[in-house]
Every structure is written in structure tokens, then in C-alpha cells.
């Protein structure tokens, strides 16, 4: 069985900071951040493979957010700097199992966590 549990959202001004954790629980591999706004579909946001050797960015958020994993822990954290308002949208953790395909397309997940809303005011 597999867990995964989001913390760290909140309301933050436009140009602060946040750090969301993504706590797993079972079996590991890559795990990816998404988000999704009302009324908008899920995206990618980032990806770190199970050594946390590999990382991507999706366009929208590189240079600002850096993701992380501690596999002592097997907690990994997305670092979230120079927030924007068009950022705000309930962010997402999930685990990829399955071997091949892609890992900035939600439906590659195989397990999702419930979310951590994250709300940035201009």
C-alpha cells in the first residue's frame, strides 16, 4: 500500500516563499508535483526520480521552485520562491511505479496524495 500525505500550503504575498513536503509511505519511485487551479486541468510542476539523481522543471516554474528528496526520510520538498498569483492552485503529490512513459503526464501516476492548497495574493 502506498501513502502519500502533502503539508506546508498556505497564503503567502506575491515574491515570498513556500515549502510544500510530500511524505511517502510503501512502495517508491519517481515522484512528481502537479497542481490544478479551478476549473483547469492538472499540471506538471516537477520531478524527482527514486535516487533523486534526476529532477524537471515544467517552463512555468524553473528557476524559481527546486525540488528535493531525503531518502533517509522518504520526504521529498518542493522549495516554491518568487511566488506569483498565478501560481495558486492546490498543489499535488504522486508516485510512479510503472516503468516507462512519461513523468510530466498525471495519468503515468499510479498513487496521488489529497493536495496542499497554496494561495498567492498579488
Known amino acids: 500500500q502506498v501513502q502519500l500525505v502533502e503539508s506546508g500550503g498556505g497564503l503567502v504575498q506575491a515574491g515570498g516563499s513556500l515549502r510544500l513536503s510530500c511524505a511517502a509511505s510503501?512502495?517508491?519511485?519517481?515522484i512528481g508535483w502537479f497542481r490544478q487551479a479551478p476549473g483547469k486541468e492538472r499540471e506538471f510542476v516537477a520531478e524527482?526520480?527514486?535516487?533523486?539523481?534526476?529532477?524537471g522543471y515544467a517552463d512555468s516554474v524553473k528557476g524559481r521552485f527546486t525540488i528535493s528528496r531525503d531518502m533517509s526520510k522518504n520526504t521529498v520538498t518542493l522549495h516554491m520562491n518568487n511566488l506569483k498569483p498565478e501560481d495558486t492552485a492546490n498543489y499535488l503529490c504522486?508516485?510512479?511505479?510503472?516503468?516507462?512513459?512519461?513523468?510530466?503526464?498525471?495519468?503515468?501516476?499510479?498513487?496521488w496524495g489529497q493536495g496542499t492548497q497554496v494561495s498567492v495574493s498579488s
Open positions: 504522486a508516485v510512479k511505479i510503472k516503468a516507462g512513459g512519461g513523468t510530466h503526464t498525471a495519468s503515468q501516476y499510479d498513487y
Open positions: 510503501g512502495r517508491t519511485g519517481t
Open positions: 524527482i526520480n527514486w535516487s533523486g539523481e534526476t529532477t
